[in-house]
């Protein structure tokens, strides 16, 4: 069994910055891809950015420039950096992961619980 844990979320100014982090534990052989969604109250979940095995990124408009996702394979860990935030990222952020469990040699597709993310003054 494998969990996904995120972390950092919180209420914060417009134009500030949070940091989430989202660790994976359990019976893990690797991680391939990762990424952070989020969903904000009567909207659709929406892909924020993702980030491969090899760290190829790829992210949404609406957060270019602004988002870094970044990831540890030591530490089974996958980063998102948020700056300059806007009242419209105010979401609840979900982590995602496709994880290759020991023994198996096909991967799963895993999610966090969420962490709510406020943006407002």
């Known amino acids: 069994q494998v969990q996904l844990v995120e972390s950092g979320g919180g209420l914060v100014q417009p134009g500030g910055s949070l940091r989430l982090s989202c660790a994976a534990s359990?019976?893990?052989?690797?991680?391939?891809?990762m990424g952070w969604y989020r969903q904000a109250p009567g909207k659709q979940r929406e892909l924020v950015a993702t980030?491969?095995?090899?760290?190829?990124?790829n992210y949404a408009d609406s957060v270019k420039g602004r988002f870094t996702i970044s990831r540890d394979n030591a530490k089974n860990t996958v980063y998102l950096q948020m700056n300059s935030l806007k009242p419209e990222d105010t979401a609840v952020y979900y982590c995602?992961?496709?994880?290759?469990?020991?023994?198996?040699?096909?991967?799963?597709?895993?999610w966090g619980q969420g962490t709510q993310v406020t943006v407002s003054s």
């Open positions: 995602n992961a496709d994880v290759v469990g020991w023994g198996f040699r096909y991967d799963h597709n895993y």
């Open positions: 359990g019976s893990i052989s690797r991680i391939n891809a």
């Open positions: 980030i491969t095995l090899g760290g190829g990124t």
